[in-house]
């Protein structure tokens, strides 16, 4: 076996020259492979006694994409388009071996490849949507050659992983290799591609067909899913691109779309979230040789909404769960809903019927908390009072296994002072569920004052098995998440307080890409969550709004009056309930601006995410954004508060705030970091 360069070999197995990857840890088309591969190719082509090449890759996946850390930077060596050229004018037959997953630029390159072959736990696909990008090297043009254009739109503008057999029925991949024989498999194949004299086949010669209608029907179909985002739109221009025009000029529009998301602030800030989603893994004092404690079984305590949701997440990554209620009545509820929940996901063909009743198998309930005495994990999600938390994990403490790890759910009560009351605070850790909780991706993990290293390694990890982003954040109320949610939600009232209406302040956060605004998502969550009908006394508009009986869409009335559709429509009544307050408040209704609303919701949340900062409730600004984008709906293309700061500039942030410290109070004062940061010209990027 010969080097070509640090990242790339290549051998001859007979007549069949081998090209071999390895650039851990994904193979990731940085300059060194670009190089490599170039060479290798230039190599093998050379070599007269090489009749054909494959390209495989070490370990654990083939190429997954272009390196996007290199994004941005200047171009240095090979470029993809030179490696592309090579691969498909090689006048020997080239093989792509593919493992693990095939992704973006990777399957750029394997479609320039004559044939693929590939084992069936391998997955292909093009997700460079996920990053506001398109395929920028011939992906948008070739995929449609063999796909078609209906299936290229589902692929590109999703960014969905294709499995192996899938890939194979659509005729991206040629021959399926049996698990775990790819190496020589691949020769196999393309010892058989020479004997039986196979074309050379390029996939730029196809062609494809498609409708105009189809296109008009995807854009109306997905019209809601894509608002606000730009790459959808290309990816889909480009498709079209590659059903009207010839192959080059196809690559012309390609290319230009390509340049302009790329240099434009949705990939940015997509590319950004990428990585922030990641680097969140990263626990400064917490490294990689910290024990994760083994998680066999996990209790949940609560049969409700959220411990229900909670208790899918293990389910579904088959790991069994005992789950207890104080009554009857609610547990037999409890384990209905999430059967019915499975039942309705088989439906939609998302399931079969056989996991349906695997994962209730691995699910019993329990009216005894002593039954979670060997449990490796126990959630507490009962109802958010401080009183019933600390007497539930009193009982755990005599009840739990030593070194089982005694989690909370709840959502803004101090960790601190639950764990407290157990003889073993070092084994007490929040872990904050968003609702839905087997939907939503966010999982707040929450560090109390001595929760131990493996608690925390172990909930970090544990997140990750269940397919959820785990963010590590201190103890302050409300924690990273609903502590600027508290502060947006203040700002919401107060500038409809002042003349606003319910419905101005909504569609401003819908527009700036909020899949709903604040009053939008009262009405749906239900007003009379927290309300108490004996001692509401009409002091708040919610209170009379309760009152009145307007309390949220299951009632057909709340902030706004709801059709038989559940469409919502602005209320004359709210607007009259709105506007006596003001008169009784004295306050003279005045015009505020979309632009006044935007700022005050918004710099008030960067300004609360820089105290939480400096006060160390978060590891780094990305790990909030990370929590606001994956558990509250920002808009990903804004990559989350701290970027948009950021991208608006802090200077602006803080003379905003002043600006509204002068005319509405110290709320609006500017934390001393931001200050900081804004004189010195910094970002909160620029913190390490
Ligand atoms: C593209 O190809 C553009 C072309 O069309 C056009 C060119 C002209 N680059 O996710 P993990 C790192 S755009 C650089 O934890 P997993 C990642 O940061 C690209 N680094 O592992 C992490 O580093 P660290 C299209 C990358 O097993 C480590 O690898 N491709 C890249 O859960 C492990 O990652 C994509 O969008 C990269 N492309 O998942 C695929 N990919 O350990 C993006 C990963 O320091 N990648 N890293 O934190 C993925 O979806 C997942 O990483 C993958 C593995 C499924 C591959």
């Known amino acids: 076996m010969a080097a070509i360069n640090s990242v790339t070999d290549l051998s001859n197995e007979g007549d069949v020259a081998v090209i071999t990857l390895n650039s851990p840890p994904v193979n990731a088309l940085s300059s060194g492979v670009r190089d490599g591969l170039y060479e290798g190719f230039k190599a093998a082509i ?20 272009a390196d996007i850390s290199e994004f941005g930077g200047a171009a240095k060596g090979a470029s993809l388009f030179d490696v592309q050229n090579i ?28 044939y693929r072959v590939a084992v069936p736990s391998a997955k292909v696909g093009l997700p460079e949507v996920n990053l506001g990008l398109l395929p920028g090297a011939g992906g948008t043009q070739r995929l449609p050659r063999i796909v078609g254009a209906e299936k290229a739109l589902e692929m590109m503008t999703s960014g969905s992983h294709v499995p192996g057999k899938a890939a194979a029925a659509m005729g991206l991949v040629d021959e399926l290799v049996e ?47 894509f608002r606000g985002f730009k790459a959808p739109e290309s990816n889909i221009q480009c498709i079209e691109a590659a059903v009207n025009l010839p192959f080059e000029e196809g690559l012309a529009v390609e290319r230009k779309l390509f340049v302009e998301l790329m240099t434009g602030p949705q990939s940015a800030a997509q590319r950004y979230v990428f990585f922030a989603e990641r680097a969140a893994n990263k626990i400064p004092d917490v490294g990689d040789d910290v024990e994760i404690l083994p998680i066999k079984t996990v209790g949940v305590i609560g049969a409700g909404t959220m411990g229900g949701g909670i208790s899918m997440n293990f389910l579904n990554a088959g790991i069994p769960v005992k789950i207890v209620e104080m009554k009857q009545e609610a547990l037999d509820r409890g384990l209905g809903v999430i059967r019915k929940n499975y039942e309705n996901t088989a439906k939609k063909g998302r399931l079969t019927q056989d996991d349906v009743e695997k994962r209730m198998a691995a699910l019993t309930g329990s009216l005894e908390l002593s039954d979670l005495a060997d449990c490796d994990l126990i959630i507490e999600a009962v109802f958010e009072n401080m009183d019933i938390k600390k007497d539930i994990f009193g009982k755990l403490d005599k009840i739990a ?114 899949p709903m605004g604040p009053f939008a998502m009262s009405d749906l969550a239900g007003l009379d969550i927290g309300w108490d009908k004996e001692k509401s006394s009409g002091s708040t508009i919610r209170e009379v709004l309760c009152e009145m ?31 006596d307050f003001a008169a009784k408040a004295g306050t003279n209704p005045r015009d505020v601006g979309d632009e006044e609303i935007l700022e005050r919701t918004i710099f008030t949340m960067i300004n609360e995410g820089a105290k939480i900062l400096e006060e160390g409730k978060a590891i780094r600004a990305s790990d909030i954004d990370t929590v606001w984008v994956n558990g509250y709906g920002w808009p990903v293309y804004r990559g989350g508060p701290m970027h948009y700061g950021d991208s608006v500039g802090l200077a602006k942030v803080v003379e905003r705030l002043k600006h509204y410290q002068d005319k509405h109070g110290d709320f609006f004062k500017p934390s001393a970091l931001l200050e900081k940061l804004a004189s010195e010209g910094k970002t909160f990027a620029s913190l390490k």
């Not at 050379?46 to 390209?55: E, F």
């Open 46 to 65: 050379a070599d007269d006694s090489v009749k054909s090449i494959v390209l495989i890759c070490d370990g654990r996946t083939f190429i997954a994409g």
């Open 87 to 114: 691969m498909e004018n090689s006048p020997k037959a080239v093989v792509a071996a593919i493992h693990g997953t095939a992704l973006g630029g990777g399957l750029e390159v394997a479609l320039t490849a004559h």
């Open 179 to 225: 698990e775990g024989n790819l190496r020589a498999g691949a020769i196999a194949f393309a010892k058989k591609v020479v004997a039986e004299n196979w074309p050379l086949k390029k996939v730029r010669d196809r062609e494809v067909k498609a409708d105009p209608q189809v296109f008009a029907d995807f854009r109306k179909a997905n019209a809601r899913k």
């Open 401 to 514: 296994k030593p070194g089982a790890i005694l989690a909370t759910n709840t959502s803004y009560l101090n960790v601190d002072e639950i764990a407290a009351a157990t003889s073993r605070p070092e084994s007490v850790i929040g872990l904050h569920f968003f609702s839905p909780a087997n939907v939503m991706r966010l999982l707040e993990i929450v560090r109390g004052d001595k929760t131990s290293k493996p608690v925390i390694a172990t909930s970090m990890k544990l997140a990750k098995t269940i397919g959820k982003v785990g963010v590590l954040v201190g103890v302050c109320p409300g924690f990273v998440g609903n502590r600027m949610l508290s502060s947006r939600q203040g700002q919401a009232q107060a500038v409809v307080a002042e003349g606003a209406m319910p419905w101005d302040v909504d569609r401003v956060l819908y527009d700036f890409g909020f």
């Open 549 to 579: 009986d307007r309390r949220g869409q299951k009632t057909g009335a709340g902030y706004y009056d709801y059709d038989e559709n559940r469409n919502a429509k602005p209320s004359p009544v709210t607007e009259k309930i709105i506007k």
